[in-house]
């Protein structure tokens, strides 16, 4: 490290610069959140700042992370990710507005994402777990990310915006090169299929309108004014990327845990009344987003001060495994007390929609894969991967099991 790439704004003190690369930091074998805390640990201040990708400040501890995401007036999220900015791209709403605009917006997602409806996904989520996991429990072995984790959310989302079975296929092959695809270009290739798939889909539906989502956001108004189609594109596509990578990774996280502590899977598997609060604890424990908010005017933070346009990313495992907010926090403890009071999910008024329904198809894996497959551990000689980018993901987790 050359002091030059340590370079600083004159704004920033110099005890608070660190060497930290999103996109790049090492990664002790599948501890992705482990890592990141033990590298940024090495200076303990609440909010740190990194020269790397264009130069951003980190909210280093529960507190900051907890007031950035729930400080609209002063942390914009037009812009929610560290790195390259593509203006090309529609916007995620109501993800990348602010208040006022982002309420009427998330007002219409939330209608789909009901208590009821969540019922209703439930059912078809544990439909579609057992069948994905009957279809390979004789083989004594999967690649679970692709077998498995990967489908679900996919399914969830057809269902949400009522697309036909007969798309799954296609979608889940350009979602899966979007999210495990070998480039950055590559990658970007595919979300740019997804972004014309969900333009298709809203054109098709203003057309001929149904009862599902699409054609409810397609019809509705804002301000007394319909939403335009690029925006109606960027409100389809967060639905889809916003439940994808996030409940496929988490679940990779979830499988990679369980297969390396057997003692915690039997307790499940004994105790199946334990799985709802371990599905919280193990949300704490592995939190795979990494969000960022732009500052909108000079604020007070951590005992710095950040200017109009800094980036501030704003990593949610630094909540859930901050030893000031949960004793021990590394520790996966099945009967912790409240380890649901964290950032996992965000916070704010952007608090993720979809947590009712990510919180149960996290639980439905646990009840009907436990049910299953009781005992599995990771395919020797295969190398799990673990991607540090925005969201967490587990790129690849070859599980094996006795065959009954
Ligand atoms: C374990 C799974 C999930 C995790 C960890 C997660 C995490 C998050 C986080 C951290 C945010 C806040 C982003 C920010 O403030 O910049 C968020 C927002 C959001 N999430 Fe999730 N999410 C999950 C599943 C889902 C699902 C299943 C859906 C929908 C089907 C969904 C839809 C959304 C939407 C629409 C927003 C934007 C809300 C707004 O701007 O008001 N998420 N999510």
Not at 71 to 96: C, K, N, Y
Request: hydrophobic share 40%; proline share 7%; charged share 20%.
């Amino acid at each position: 490290m050359t002091t030059a790439t340590l370079d600083h704004p004159a704004h920033v003190p110099a005890n608070r610069v660190i060497d930290f690369d999103l996109f790049h930091f090492p990664v002790d074998g599948l501890e992705y959140q482990r890592s990141m805390r033990d590298i940024l640990g090495a200076n303990p201040a609440p909010v740190l700042w990194t020269p790397r990708n264009g130069g951003h400040w980190i909210a280093h501890s529960h507190e900051t992370v907890a007031k950035v995401l729930a400080d609209a007036d002063h942390f914009s999220s037009r812009r929610i990710m560290v790195g390259p900015h593509d203006d090309t791209r529609p916007p995620l709403v109501p993800l990348q507005l602010d208040p006022p605009h982002h309420a009427p917006y998330r007002a219409l997602l939330q209608q789909a994402l009901s208590p009821k409806a969540v019922g209703q996904l439930g059912e078809r989520a544990r439909e579609l777990s057992i069948e994905l996991i009957e279809g390979f429990v004789t083989d004594g072995e999967c690649e679970f990310i692709g077998q498995f984790a990967q489908h679900l959310p996919i399914a969830i989302f057809m269902e949400i915006v009522g697309l036909p079975a007969s798309d799954r296929p296609y979608l889940t092959s350009i979602a899966e090169t979007a999210m495990r695809g070998e480039t950055e270009a590559e990658r970007g290739q595919a979300s740019g299929q997804l972004l014309a798939y969900g333009m298709q889909k809203v054109a098709e539906r203003k057309a001929s309108p149904g009862a599902d989502l699409i054609s409810t956001i397609a019809a509705a108004q804002v301000d007394g004014k319909s939403i335009d189609d690029f925006t109606l594109a960027g409100m389809v596509l967060l639905l889809l990327l916003g439940g994808l990578d996030t409940v496929a990774s988490t679940l990779g996280f979830y499988a990679q845990f369980l297969a390396r502590n057997p003692e915690h899977r039997r307790a499940l598997v004994e105790q199946p009344g334990l799985i709802p609060n371990a599905n919280e604890e193990l949300l704490r424990r592995f939190p795979i987003a990494i969000l960022a908010r732009e500052v909108k005017a000079a604020v007070e933070l951590g005992g710095v001060t950040l200017h109009a346009g800094d980036l501030i990313m704003v990593p949610t495992p630094m909540d859930g495994l901050d030893e000031r907010k949960f004793a021990d926090p590394l520790t996966v403890d099945f009967n912790r007390e409240k380890p649901g009071a964290n950032s996992t999910f965000g916070g704010g008024v952007h608090r993720c929609v979809g947590s009712m329904l990510a919180r149960t198809e996290l639980r439905i894996f646990l009840e009907e894969w436990l049910k299953r497959i009781p005992d599995f551990s990771i395919k020797p000689g295969t190398d799990p991967k673990v991607s540090a980018r925005s969201v967490a993901t587990i790129t690849s987790l070859h599980l094996t099991w006795p065959v009954r």
